[in-house]
Nanobody, 121 residues
Framework: QVQLVESGGGLVQPGGSLRLSCAAT????????MGWYRQAPGKERELVAS???????DYVDAVKGRFTISRDNAKNTVYLQMSSLKPEDTAVYYC???????????????WGQGTQVTVFS
């Protein structure tokens, strides 16, 4: 069974940094897309950053120049380095990935459990 396990959230002051990690575990054949979403209270979940199997990346405008997404294919892990954090970055951050398990080799989307990031003055 495939699972995404997140870590790295917490409390930070404006201007600070945090690094989120998301490890895919289980019987994995391949991983295509990996990304980070966030959901603030009372708001819809939004895509923050994406990284594809060829290494290409994409970011929502609000985080460009401040957040960096990367992946370690040997560890089946995606990271989100967040710098110059602002109060409006406060949200639950979710990892999402398109994974083919060895069970049937079909690509499916999986979600992590979410990790809270709070930026406070």
């Amino acid at each position: 069974q495939v699972q995404l396990v997140e870590s790295g959230g917490g409390l930070v002051q404006p201007g600070g940094s945090l690094r989120l990690s998301c490890a895919a575990t289980g019987t994995i054949f391949s991983i295509d897309y990996m990304g980070w979403y966030r959901q603030a209270p009372g708001k819809e979940r939004e895509l923050v950053a994406s990284i594809f199997s060829d290494g290409s990346t994409d970011y929502v405008d609000a985080v460009k120049g401040r957040f960096t997404i990367s992946r370690d294919n040997a560890k089946n892990t995606v990271y989100l380095q967040m710098s110059s954090l602002k109060p409006e970055d406060t949200a639950v951050y979710y990892c999402n990935a398109q994974i083919a398990a060895t069970l049937d080799f079909r690509l499916r989307y999986y979600w992590g459990q979410g990790t809270q990031v709070t930026v406070f003055s």
